[in-house]
């Protein structure tokens, strides 16, 4: 496909734009740490309650990707958060004592 000089001039903001916003991290509000266990239950219900409100949701469930290393997704998730949350559940108490990574968090 080809482009007139015109069309190319009227279509440059927009690529300029569309370029921009793809350097962005993906911003969110919050960071919401859960226990695995609660993924389906506790988590996925205060995630669907904030993100209702307006409030953008950073959520393994929908923001690790098949086959993505769970860690490095974790650590990204956090540096473009705002703020971090820990849903605390007797789930996640009874994990904390077994897994390391709540100690990095």
Do not use: Q
Not at 7 to 30: G, H, M, Q, Y
Not at 51 to 63: A, K, P, Q, R, T
Request: with cysteine; charged share 30%.
């Amino acid at each position: 496909m080809t482009y007139t000089l015109a069309e190319t001039k009227a279509l440059e903001p927009i690529r300029n734009s569309v370029e921009k916003r793809a350097l962005l991290p993906d911003l969110r509000d919050i960071f919401l740490c859960h226990a695995w266990d609660d993924r389906k239950g506790a988590a996925k219900e205060l995630h669907d309650l904030l993100e209702s409100l307006g409030v953008s949701v950073w959520f393994s469930e929908n923001d690790v990707g098949l086959g993505k290393p769970l860690l490095r997704a974790i650590d990204r998730g956090l540096a473009n958060s705002r703020i971090g949350i820990v849903l605390v559940t007797p789930a996640l108490l009874l994990r904390l004592p077994a897994e390391g990574i709540a100690d990095r968090e």
